[in-house]
């Protein structure tokens, strides 16, 4: 974590780079749950709500794979909740589960 810290302080790193997929870093990382890259990219002034080619932001991806923390951690962060990917739904309606959504519904309301 170190060595992306140091890194994501660097002025020569691009934080918002986009694969095949149109997803950048901050997508994967939020898709594997890694929170601590997260943070490191969000405290790095990366994008916050890109969209890949499915329409999905990770927020999405941070929910849809059960990442209750780093979904969490976008949402503080400024995450758009109501953001629809193409198939129409908003990052909560794809939480892997009930549970997820539910704890994520309490914690935007607090």
Do not use: F, W
């Amino acid at each position: 974590m170190q060595i992306v810290r140091r890194l994501l302080q660097s002025d020569k790193v691009d934080v918002n780079p986009v694969n095949r997929m149109k997803q950048t870093p901050l997508h994967r990382a939020a898709s594997l749950g890694h929170t601590a890259v997260v943070r490191a990219l969000l405290d790095a002034k990366c994008r916050i709500n890109p969209k890949d080619d499915e329409g999905n932001t990770p927020l999405h991806l941070a929910c849809e794979e059960g990442h209750g923390d780093t979904a969490l951690l976008l949402l503080q962060r400024g995450a758009n909740p109501d953001q629809l990917n193409k198939d129409g739904q908003a990052p909560l309606d794809v939480c892997r589960t009930a549970q997820l959504r539910a704890y994520l519904e309490r914690e935007m309301e607090s």
